[in-house]
């Protein structure tokens, strides 16, 4: 293979392990989560809003960006790519497959970041179950 395609290949995977670590972390925030007091769960879950907070504008650029490479991959003519193969026009090509690697890269990211979502999602959710639980042991007294 070319060096082009082993460095894209190794990028993608490096990434992918990055999000399998994640999802792991995620599992045992999961699982511990249950084992923490609501204050300890609620500091968590107000540090991970800060964060997210700040990275909205990070998330919302993978998303438009990954919105409007779709748009544009749409909008390439089948025709066209067997016109460039068999006319052999390697800038035309090696340009969309850039842009072809440059999507599978986003898609990545934005997974990476959603990720980070889904843990304080998780994390709000069992804070709000301790909530109603709570209230209901509270309310049974």
């Known amino acids: 293979m070319s060096t082009t395609i082993d460095n894209f290949t190794k990028q993608l995977h490096d990434n992918l392990e990055a999000i399998e670590d994640r999802a792991k972390l995620l599992k045992e925030s999961v699982q511990s989560a249950t084992k923490n007091t609501e204050v300890e769960l609620q500091s968590k879950l107000d540090g991970m809003k800060t964060n997210l907070a700040a990275k909205k504008q990070e998330f919302e650029r993978y998303r438009a960006k990954l919105q409007t490479q779709f748009e544009e991959t749409e909008s390439e003519v089948k025709s066209n790519v067997e016109e460039w193969k068999t006319s052999r026009e390697v800038k035309k090509l090696e340009h969309r497959a850039d842009k072809a690697e440059d999507y599978a ?35 049974h007294k």
């Not at 990545?108 to 709000?124: D, H, N, S």
């Open 105 to 139: 890269n986003t898609t990545i990211l934005f997974a990476m970041a959603t990720m980070e979502e889904a843990e304080a999602a998780t994390l709000k959710a069992i804070c709000t179950r301790l909530d109603a639980t709570t209230a209901a042991g509270t309310t």
